[in-house]
């Protein structure tokens, strides 16, 4: 019996809010002969909406995008679409990279991956296989641990966009004090001279 060989096209959707980044993976991506871009999007809530839409085998998904990041659209594609995930970052931070496989990424390259790398790349993740760049990976081994609390961490990544632990207190549908005791003892945690301090801390080491 003869083998049937499928050579349909890898159908990708890009999402990245750098409009320069975007065009240049559309054009390069685009002229690999066994790829096919069939959506983009500038924002994470799109590139959502877009895979419900579209269904492409690869979603490549920029990490800092308005609406919604990498993560968090990649969790709601990969709920709802039998698909891929890939995630492009200039911030290759560890505990990032830590959790990507924790929502199941199949991908994490750093912006700086050539074209004709990240076609490879996207091949094998079409092909099941899952890559992590080796030095984001190497650098994830010997990361330090987080220290906080799921809440700690809930309250830290909601007080970099807002400036008032009441605000954070209604986002979290927490109390104001229950508010003020996790960022208390976050900064204790993380030695940190304030909440913004210590919400710095732990954005630079990727656990928010």
Known sequence: M???LDTSPIRLL???????IRGALEALLGLESDIEVVASADNG???VELALSTQPDICLLDLEMPRADGLEAAAMILATVNTRVIIVTRHARPGVLRR???SKVSGFVPKSTPAEDLAHVIRDVAAGK???DPEIAAAALTAERCP???RELDALRVSRSTTSVAEIAKQLHLASGTVRNYLSSAMTKLNAVSR?????KAWQQGWI
């Open 196 to 200: 913004h301090d210590a919400a710095e």
């Open 14 to 20: 890009i999402a990245d809010d750098e409009h320069l």
């Open 2 to 4: 003869t083998e049937t």
């Open 148 to 150: 906080l609390t799921d």
């Open 45 to 47: 809530s799109t590139a």
């Open 100 to 102: 990507a496989l924790a």
């Open 130 to 132: 899952r890559y992590i």
